[in-house]
């Protein structure tokens, strides 16, 4: 799959006085695939903002390389394309944010037209076209009702709609479920999963609650200072977060640390290695435990067992202590990976100790 978005080596340096410098993005590369749900990830004042704002030069880099949809917006310290045709380009790039911003004095459906202003459609298609959406983010009954009188997950329902209006490419979602509570976050994520499948469309996906991005990305950037300090699928950052801030981002490996830090790790014998397996749904309600004993006659006991759901998959994680000869040590790590079964060996300096 191509690359919709590149962004390579963005630096965004803000001076709000003289003698002040604020380095808010620096030396970022990014790259989303066609059709990703990317989630950039980090605590407030991290820079996610600030780096994806730059994708439609709402926020114009001082240094680096913005290309969007083939054609480079920013390179060489300026904008590479007329402000007419960056204006048409803004228009393929749907934005939605935290408090939806809509417009209080007029109704659902014509906020949605509100949109359409610029284009070439006639009155009534545009009225169509608006009711269409609407329909499609399952508001049809509220297309003349006043904001006001919306729930904050409709309010947010109205956004998208909107930010559809121009068939975009690309949706841009700043902290968009940040201001609903967690069902309703839920049911917009879920509509944002089903608009990226239905419309092909790219989503970005900025927030600081990995639960959003463990139920609907595919890939994940986690940002602090200004740097994406990982990044990855969302199965390797779920399952291997290398880094402090990652494994804090990451509930289900942070119970998993606990729990490993509770036993006293350093006292494994010659014989006992400590291993991280990975399951993904197609093996995870397999007896693999008994299976390592009866198949390569090794001991295991279980000292962390979970299972999660990424995206739509179940993916279980074990941390298991197994105890043999080397030879039965092989035998079980043959036997793993022919079940397809990740494994990770976890050593007294591994990644789960400070
Ligand atoms: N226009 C600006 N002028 C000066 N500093 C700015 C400007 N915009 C952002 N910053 C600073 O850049 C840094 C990154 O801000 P940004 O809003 O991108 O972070 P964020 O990760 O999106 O956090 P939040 O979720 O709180 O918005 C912060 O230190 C912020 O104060």
């Not at 803004?90 to 459906?109: A, C, P, S, W, Y």
């Not at 942070?254 to 991280?276: K, W």
């Not at 008994?290 to 994680?317: A, H, R």
Request: net charge negative; glycine share 6%.
């Amino acid at each position: 799959m191509s690359d919709i978005i590149a962004l390579d080596h963005v630096d965004v340096t803000f001076h709000p006085e003289k003698n002040q410098e604020v380095k808010a993005v620096q030396d970022v590369s990014l790259h989303v695939a066609k059709g990703d749900v990317y989630g950039v990830v980090g605590y407030s004042g991290a820079g996610k903002s600030t780096l994806v704002r730059t994708i439609n030069l709402l926020q114009k880099p001082t240094q680096g390389r913005i290309e969007v949809n083939g054609t480079v917006l920013f390179d060489d310290q300026k904008q590479q394309i007329s402000n007419k045709e960056l204006q048409e380009k803004r228009r393929k790039i749907g934005m939605i944010f935290q408090h939806f911003n809509l417009l209080d004095e007029t109704t659902v459906v014509e906020n949605v037209m509100f949109a359409l202003k610029h284009s070439k459609l006639k009155e009534k298609e545009v009225q169509a076209k608006a009711e269409k959406l609407l329909d499609l983010v399952g508001l049809s009954d509220k297309a003349k009702a006043f904001p006001a009188q919306l729930s904050g997950g409709e309010k947010q329902r109205v956004a998208i709609a909107r930010a559809l209006a121009n068939d975009p490419d690309i949706l841009i979602s700043d902290e968009a479920t940040s201001a609903l509570d967690p069902q309703t976050t839920n049911q917009i994520l879920d509509l944002l999963k089903d608009l990226n499948e239905k419309l092909s469309l790219t989503i970005v996906l900025i927030t600081h609650e990995m639960d959003a991005v463990k139920r609907v990305a595919n890939k994940i950037a986690v940002m602090e200072y200004g740097k994406i300090i990982e990044q990855g699928t969302l199965h390797d950052i779920y399952l291997k977060p290398q880094q402090e801030l990652t494994r804090q981002f990451v509930g289900g490996s942070l119970a998993a640390i606990d729990t490993l830090r509770a036993y006293n790790l350093e006292q494994l014998s010659a014989s006992q290695r400590l291993y991280q397996l990975v399951f993904s749904a197609k093996n995870v309600g397999e007896s693999v435990i008994i299976s390592l004993y009866k198949e390569c006659g090794v001991d295991v006991s279980m000292l962390y067992g979970n299972v999660e759901v990424l995206g739509n998959e179940p993916v279980g994680t074990l941390f298991v202590i197994v105890e043999g000869t080397d030879e039965q040590h092989a035998k079980a790590l043959k036997y793993l990976k022919e079940k397809e079964i990740e494994v990770t060996q976890i050593d007294d300096r591994g990644i789960w100790h400070d």
